[in-house]
Each structure stands twice: as structure tokens, then as C-alpha cells.
């Protein structure tokens, strides 16, 4: 089967150099998910490379011309170029460390060379708010895109928290009216406030949600045993002790 030309948008997740000069990138695409792509020449010093490494930065979103086979686990690119160049994601070091972190999030949630562009489009989005929002919105980011993710992953959190239903079951991903017998839930604020985040359908309304930062670091580590009780082999997010330290 020979391989042919795509036209995709692409979201990039990680790099690894390979070689001298080239590059190994596992890219989220709209087309096709996740899919890892051999780029030669673009860590050389000469003209043609000059600069080129840059736009594989993880979370850049780039317009791609792409060679595809669905026999093989490693693509190419023919052409690439930014699809929506960031005014701060890649130089503001607190937005960069919220970036950061949704993409490792991500990251670790796709297990399958699948296409899923609503997926796609939501991460799209998220990442071109996060460039653009405020201070206050951005604090609370990590929370929302944590949460909101869960919707195109196969569990999400049920909202139906109510003064019967006040205990956040992490197990279960929904409001039970009685405390679980196991540890593994919310209660009390951290349950109003998850159902407070879940009602949020666009991220400038997380500029009215205060939290300090320590409620907000609960949160996010309760947030990341939800995610390793649903997706097997999750581990844990290395970006979340960075994340927690740049906010503060």
C-alpha cells in the first residue's frame, strides 16, 4: 500500500531527537489521533533546517501536509507551518506550565491511533483560551480542561450534585447521597465546587470561581486518581509538582 497525502491540523505532544539533525514527534492530529512522524534535517544548522525544530514545541498547533500508511507505525511530513501562532503559551512561564501539564494529561489518556476530531477540536480550543485568558482564568484552567477531557474519554463526571447527593464518588465518576466505604471520593467543598467546575461550558466563566491555591492543588491531585482509577496504566503526572510550584 502506498502512502498518500493528508492535509491535517496537528497538536504536538512530545519530541524526542533522533539522530543528528531529525526528530521523532508524537503529534494528536485531527485526521488520523495520535500518530508518531519521523521529521529529517530540522536540527541542522544550515538554511532549510535553521529554525524549523522550534514549531515542535509540545502543545504547538501546526498545519500539516503528511504522508500516511496505516501500515506503519512511523509517518513523515512533507510540509508543516504554525496553524495558530501563541502570543504567550511559549514564552508566559505560568501559562506555559498549565500547557504543559493538559498536554502530558492528554498524553497519557490516548492509548489508540484513532481518529477522534471532536477530541481533537476541544483540546484545540482549550489551548487557544489558555493563550489568551486572564490571570484568574488561568489559575483555574488545569481544573476545568482536567474534568472537561473526561467527556470525550468514555467516563465522564455526572453533575447531578444536589443537597441529597453530596458526596463525589471518584470510583463510581458521580454524586452518591451516601459517604462511599471506600476513601476514594469527595465531600464537603471539594464535591460543591467539582460541580461548580462541570457546570463551566466556556473558560472565561472560570474568572468568576475563586479558589485559593491550596484547594486548588487538592483538587488537581483528586482529579489525577480519577484518572487512575479509569484508564489503565495511567501512572502519574510529572507535570503536576511543577504545575503546583509555578502557581503558587
Not at 507505525?73 to 501539564?101: G, M
Not at 497519557?108 to 489568551?132: I, N, R
Amino acid at each position: 500500500m502506498p502512502d498518500k497525502l493528508y492535509k491535517t491540523k496537528g497538536i504536538v505532544l512530545r519530541i524526542v531527537k533522533y539522530g543528528e539533525t531529525s526528530l521523532i514527534v508524537s503529534i494528536f492530529t485531527e485526521t488520523f489521533g495520535l500518530q508518531s512522524y519521523l521529521i529529517n534535517g530540522v536540527r541542522s544548522s544550515s538554511k532549510k533546517g535553521s529554525g524549523r525544530a522550534n514549531l515542535f514545541q509540545p502543545s504547538a498547533i501546526l498545519e500539516l501536509i503528511v504522508y500516511h500508511n496505516e501500515l506503519k507505525h512511523l509517518q513523515r511530513i512533507k510540509e508543516f507551518k504554525w496553524s495558530f501562532l501563541y502570543q504567550q503559551i511559549l514564552t508566559n512561564v505560568p501559562k506555559n506550565a498549565v500547557a504543559l501539564f493538559m498536554v502530558e494529561l492528554l498524553t497519557k489518556s490516548l492509548k489508540q491511533p484513532e481518529a477522534h476530531a471532536d477530541l481533537f477540536h476541544f483540546c484545540e480550543d482549550a489551548l487557544v483560551h489558555l493563550d489568551e485568558s486572564s490571570d484568574s482564568v488561568m489559575a483555574n484552567f488545569p481544573l476545568f480542561f482536567s474534568l472537561h477531557l473526561t467527556t470525550f474519554l468514555g467516563f465522564r463526571m455526572e453533575d447531578d450534585y444536589s443537597e441529597q447527593k453530596q458526596f463525589f464518588d471518584l470510583k463510581a465518576g458521580e454524586f452518591v447521597s451516601e459517604q462511599p466505604t471506600h476513601s476514594q471520593f469527595l465531600s464537603g467543598k471539594q464535591a460543591s465546587s467539582t460541580s461548580e467546575l462541570l457546570k463551566v461550558m466556556q473558560p472565561f466563566e472560570l474568572e468568576g470561581i475563586k479558589l485559593n491555591h491550596n484547594f486548588r492543588r487538592e483538587l488537581l491531585f483528586a482529579f489525577e486518581t480519577f484518572y487512575k482509577l479509569h484508564i489503565p496504566d495511567f501512572g502519574t503526572l510529572k507535570s503536576l509538582p511543577v504545575l503546583r510550584d509555578i502557581l503558587e
